[in-house]
T-cell receptor, first 113, second 114 residues
Framework: SQQGEEDPQALSIQEGENATMNCSYKTSINNLQWYRQNSGRGLVHLILIRSNEREKHSGRLRVTLDTSKKSSSLLITASRAADTASYFCATDSWQGGSEKLVFGKGTKLTVNP | DAGVIQSPRHEVTEMGQEVTLRCKPISGHNSLFWYRQTMMRGLELLIYFNNNVPIDDSGMPEDRFSAKMPNASFSTLKIQPSEPRDSAVYFC????????????FGPGTRLTVT
């Protein structure tokens, strides 16, 4: 089963608004990553947050991590039409002596101009 | 850098045929991943290599799937025989180092098995 589960599955907002997406997971992690995928394209890495970090910023992106709740959120501020894409969280953990990388099913974000 | 290169970009084949997908990782990256993406199952990790050695192939669906990495600059994912349920987009990704680094994805191969 998927380790990371994004919420909501789909989000539609107006340009200029903020978009918040959440990711929940089940096991202890080394780090959590957020990726973006435009329709018909490969995934692009946005930001990585390690298990000992609580918050990270990159431009208009803000990621938080709460290991006690096993959850993370991605906030996109002042959204633009070009932010329309699917956003995925990916958990990186050690299980059974090997690294496990699991992607969630994503949040489809639509930013209306 | 050209990024991760995958070929072909699109493949249409008939059930029962052998399909070979190819990937060239970013130079200097020592981890390589193969993923499959479908609407129903999302993005699934099939197998990943570190320094050309398969580390985890627990995601490979069944014996019809096999992957090789004969050298640091090339990997293949083979499906033999192919079935309609194998229709999906297959992504290759590479990474510098181990855990703690981001993955760089290729553009994907869209496979349709009729």
């Amino acid at each position: 089963s998927q380790q990371g589960e994004e919420d909501p599955q789909a989000l539609s907002i107006q340009e200029g608004e903020n978009a918040t997406m959440n990711c929940s997971y089940k096991t202890s992690i080394n780090n959590l990553q957020w990726y973006r995928q435009n329709s018909g394209r490969g995934l692009v890495h946005l930001i990585l947050i390690r298990s000992n970090e609580r918050e990270k910023h990159s431009g208009r992106l803000r990621v938080t991590l709460d290991t006690s709740k096993k959850s993370s959120s991605l906030l996109i501020t002042a959204s633009r039409a070009a932010d329309t894409a699917s956003y995925f969280c990916a958990t990186d953990s050690w299980q059974g002596g090997s690294e496990k990388l699991v992607f969630g099913k994503g949040t489809k974000l639509t930013v209306n101009p | 850098d050209a990024g991760v290169i995958q070929s072909p970009r699109h493949e249409v084949t008939e059930m029962g045929q052998e399909v070979t997908l190819r990937c060239k990782p970013i130079s200097g990256h020592n981890s390589l991943f193969w993923y499959r993406q479908t609407m129903m199952r999302g993005l699934e990790l099939l197998i990943y290599f570190n320094n050309n050695v398969p580390i985890d192939d627990s995601g490979m669906p069944e014996d019809r799937f096999s992957a090789k990495m004969p050298n640091a600059s090339f990997s293949t994912l083979k499906i033999q025989p192919s079935e309609p349920r194998d229709s999906a987009v297959y992504f290759c990704a590479s990474r510098k180092g181990t855990s703690g680094y981001e993955q760089y994805f290729g553009p994907g191969t869209r496979l349709t098995v009729t």
